[in-house]
Antibody, heavy 118, light 111 residues
Framework: EVQLVESGGGLVQPGGSLRLSCAAS????????MHWVRQAPGKGLEWVAN????????AYVDSVKGRFTVSRDNAKNSLYLQMNSLRAEDSAMYYCARDRASGASDIWGQGTMVTVSS | QSVLTQPPSVSGAPGQRVTISCTGS?????????VHWYQQLPGTAPKLLIY???NRPSGVPDRFSGSKSGTSASLAITGLHGEDEADYYC???????????FGTGTMVTVL
């Protein structure tokens, strides 16, 4: 079965850190660009970051640059998002997604919720 | 603040046709970058509806169609069904921001 399963979300204090994971199965993960997309409660979608299949190239939205790091382990079919210096405005559902071409994401996980609050 | 603007809501009766616009600029849609459309049902992850402006992934009904012209794109739903009630988002690449951007989102209501 083709699927993505995120984990690692939770409640964290401002300034804290979390590491999200995304386990892929049923498709060629090592040949796929991957994205992280987030959605704050009641708000729209926001693209966060992406990473090349080899892991050698990535990009971030300005609001997370220097705080978030996207990485992958193709041997484990896994994608990660290390989030440091978390802020209240980072509170959102975080989705990982597979890029089928030119940014179109055709496979999505169910999401993992991150809440940043004291 | 998204650089792709959509109407907050559109509505129609079952069987009717509705369209959702996605207005961008010369640094995204107008630059020739592909536009993709997603449907998000309440409490679920987004689903790819249209990719590369006008292409439907396997399994998406042909009631959904996409088009692009100049700095804008549109999603049309013909023969509206009750299960089409959802939020819809456009997406493209922005060369000045150097990131992918989503539209502001449109809620479709079936009357």
């Amino acid at each position: 079965e083709v699927q993505l399963v995120e984990s690692g979300g939770g409640l964290v204090q401002p300034g804290g850190s979390l590491r999200l994971s995304c386990a892929a199965s049923g498709f060629s993960f090592s040949n796929s660009w991957m994205h992280w997309v987030r959605q704050a409660p009641g708000k729209g979608l926001e693209w966060v970051a992406n990473i090349k299949p080899e892991g050698s190239e990535n990009a971030y939205v300005d609001s997370v640059k220097g705080r978030f790091t996207v990485s992958r382990d193709n041997a484990k079919n896994s994608l990660y998002l290390q989030m440091n210096s978390l802020r209240a405005e980072d509170s959102a559902m975080y989705y990982c997604a597979r890029d089928r071409a030119s940014g179109a994401s055709d496979i999505w996980g169910q999401g993992t919720m991150v809440t940043v609050s004291s | 603040q998204s650089v792709l603007t959509q109407p907050p809501s559109v509505s129609g009766a079952p069987g009717q046709r509705v369209t959702i616009s996605c207005t961008g600029s010369s640094s995204n849609i107008g630059a020739g970058f592909d536009v993709h459309w997603y449907q998000q049902l309440p409490g679920t992850a987004p689903k790819l509806l249209i990719y590369a402006n006008s292409n439907r992934p396997s399994g998406v009904p042909d009631r959904f169609s996409g088009s692009k012209s100049g700095t804008s794109a549109s999603l049309a739903i013909t023969g509206l069904h009750g299960e089409d009630e959802a939020d819809y988002y456009c997406q493209s690449l922005d060369s000045s921001l150097n990131v992918y951007v989503f539209g502001t989102g449109t809620m479709v209501t079936v009357l």
